[in-house]
């Protein structure tokens, strides 16, 4: 390739990666901006119009991205569920669940990963369920997020059968530990009740111990 062709290809190279890169950038804008207002408004009184002049985007991107405040409410909810850093909080689970033996430890650990999750993760689900009673996308909306968790602590479950209380299936100690995940108790201890987010963690973590370990 001449020297000419090699230029253009870098110059094209580098244009499409400062573009993924501004999209990136404006989606995050946007999913700020979004979180920012549903939880200061409320999901009725949120516009699309609202949340693209605070993002500095045109309405017209955010629909077009989005679909609508349902499609942003359920991004603002994925993105929460994956925590913090670059590898999803599911996965860092699994990855830990591979390696750990203990099962006290393991569930000390899903109590930390709650810990980090439950606060961007909460009071997205809180607006949902409020929302719901009026909105039939929100009530889709917060139908799908419960059974996803609860389909995910039937299989951390299954990562405890061996250690189990006697009696107790995977499909019970599923639904408690779906019980302390839930964006409630969260609310009720360090909103309301304004607990730290380690004491939270030990609480629960602890409460599921003695819940399902024999």
């Given at each position: 390739m001449s020297m000419d062709g090699a230029m253009v290809d870098v110059k094209r190279s580098y244009d499409s990666s400062r573009r993924q890169e501004q999209a990136r950038r404006n989606r995050d804008a946007v999913l700020n901006a979004a979180e920012r207002r549903f939880l200061a408004?409320?999901?009725?009184?949120t516009t699309i119009t609202a949340i693209a002049s605070e993002a500095g985007v045109?309405?017209?991107t955010v629909y077009k991205r989005f679909g609508g405040k349902a499609g942003l409410v359920t991004a603002i909810w994925e993105r929460g569920l994956a925590g913090r850093g670059p590898v999803p909080a599911p996965q860092r689970s699994d990855e830990m669940q591979a390696r750990e033996e203990d099962p006290r430890q393991i569930i000390r650990n899903w109590g930390q990963l709650t810990a980090e999750v439950a606060p961007r993760v909460a009071p997205i689900l809180l607006l949902v369920r409020a929302a719901a009673a009026t909105d039939p996308e929100m009530a889709r909306l917060l139908a799908d997020a419960d059974r996803q968790r609860l389909r995910r602590m039937r299989h951390n479950a299954e990562a405890l059968t061996d250690h189990l209380r006697t009696g107790m299936s995977p499909g019970e100690a599923a639904e408690i530990m779906w019980?302390?995940?839930?964006?409630?108790?969260?609310d009720l201890l360090v909103v309301r009740r304004r607990w730290t987010l380690p004491r939270y963690s030990r609480f629960i973590?602890?409460?599921m111990i003695n819940a399902l370990l024999r």
């Amino acid at each position: 390739m001449s020297m000419d062709g090699a230029m253009v290809d870098v110059k094209r190279s580098y244009d499409s990666s400062r573009r993924q890169e501004q999209a990136r950038r404006n989606r995050d804008a946007v999913l700020n901006a979004a979180e920012r207002r549903f939880l200061a408004d409320g999901y009725g009184v949120t516009t699309i119009t609202a949340i693209a002049s605070e993002a500095g985007v045109s309405a017209e991107t955010v629909y077009k991205r989005f679909g609508g405040k349902a499609g942003l409410v359920t991004a603002i909810w994925e993105r929460g569920l994956a925590g913090r850093g670059p590898v999803p909080a599911p996965q860092r689970s699994d990855e830990m669940q591979a390696r750990e033996e203990d099962p006290r430890q393991i569930i000390r650990n899903w109590g930390q990963l709650t810990a980090e999750v439950a606060p961007r993760v909460a009071p997205i689900l809180l607006l949902v369920r409020a929302a719901a009673a009026t909105d039939p996308e929100m009530a889709r909306l917060l139908a799908d997020a419960d059974r996803q968790r609860l389909r995910r602590m039937r299989h951390n479950a299954e990562a405890l059968t061996d250690h189990l209380r006697t009696g107790m299936s995977p499909g019970e100690a599923a639904e408690i530990m779906w019980t302390y995940s839930s964006p409630d108790l969260y609310d009720l201890l360090v909103v309301r009740r304004r607990w730290t987010l380690p004491r939270y963690s030990r609480f629960i973590s602890e409460a599921m111990i003695n819940a399902l370990l024999r």
